[in-house]
């Protein structure tokens, strides 16, 4: 019974950074990994980075070198550190727990959602 609380989102404008918090109630080491994933209006959803409880990650091309997922597992947080913003980074960003390895998208536990916008 996973539960995500989800802070950080706002508007900046383009160039900007924002840092995503997600804070677990469980510890990173109690799950198999965790993440976000991001919709945009008119778009499907996209798995933008995710990092598992051996601390390797994987980021959707569009934001390597600009984003950086990382754990602080004293506060049970992750965090998702976005640097150059751009406009096309706007969307509702949702954090996600993957309690095991085999567990499908449809049995993640989710934030509530936070909504970055990039504009000018």
């Known amino acids: 019974q996973v539960q995500l609380v989800e802070s950080g989102g706002g508007l900046v404008q383009p160039g900007g950074s924002l840092r995503l918090s997600c804070a677990a109630s ?10 976000w994933y991001r919709q945009a209006p008119g778009k499907q959803r996209e798995l933008v980075a995710t990092i598992t409880n051996a601390f390797s990650t994987v980021y959707v091309e569009s934001v390597k070198g600009r984003f ?6 004293a506060k049970n947080t992750v965090n998702l550190q976005m640097n150059s913003l ?6 509702v960003y949702y954090c996600y727990s993957q309690v095991s390895q085999f567990t499908p998208v449809e049995n993640y536990y989710w934030g509530q ?5 990039v504009s000018s």
């Open 86 to 91: 751009t406009p096309e980074d706007t969307a």
């Open 26 to 35: 469980e510890s990173i080491f109690d799950v198999y990994a965790m993440g």
């Open 113 to 117: 959602g936070t909504q970055v916008t």
């Open 68 to 73: 950086t997922i990382s754990t602080d597992n």
